[in-house]
């Protein structure tokens, strides 16, 4: 249990900075493309993970490309504590989500199962792109207690140009 629980924590965590933020603001460029900029604090980000019955107690920090997940709760093994460190940036116009520490109850998880978490995850980012092939991330601003993204959308305008 405590493989998938830290697996679902980091991919609700990727999927939130894919499917929105908490406030947004589009703009039509020059060309006709669209840029987004949106913005999700901790706060947000920890109330998603609140919406968890078997979470309890979630508490998120974000500063300098990390993000600090500590989620406290009880599942059908008992009550569990488990602490994510997960680095945020963009590459190549991609939001890459890594997992660089995770412990569950104490237990370090092995490098093997977090690679395979960072590989889960990067799946589930790839199928989004692919869900949304017009749309490019610009920028990515991990600090401060909030994400700040910016992409470009390419419009049937913005293509014929």
């Known amino acids: 249990m405590r493989q998938k629980r830290i697996q679902v924590m980091a991919g609700i965590a990727a999927l939130a900075l894919i499917a ?3 406030s947004i603001n589009v703009e039509r460029n020059d060309d006709g493309s669209l840029q987004v900029k949106g913005e999700i604090t901790a706060q947000a980000l920890a109330t998603e993970f609140e919406r968890d019955p078997e979470n309890d107690s979630v508490k ?6 990390v993000m600090l997940l500590d989620v406290e709760g009880v599942d059908e093994n008992g009550e569990y504590v488990a602490n994510v460190r997960i680095e945020l940036s963009a590459v ?5 989500v890594n997992i660089t520490e995770a412990f569950y109850n104490g237990w370090t998880v092995p490098d093997d199962m977090r690679a ?3 590989a889960e995850i990067s799946k589930e980012i790839r199928e989004a792109v692919e869900e949304n092939p017009d749309a490019t991330l610009v920028s990515l601003v991990a600090d401060n207690n909030k994400i ?9 305008d913005s293509k014929g140009s």
């Open 20 to 22: 929105g933020a908490c």
């Open 60 to 65: 998120v920090s974000i500063d300098r490309g």
């Open 92 to 96: 190549d116009g991609v939001l890459v």
């Open 116 to 118: 395979e978490f960072n």
């Open 148 to 156: 700040v993204t910016e992409w470009r959308i390419e419009t049937e």
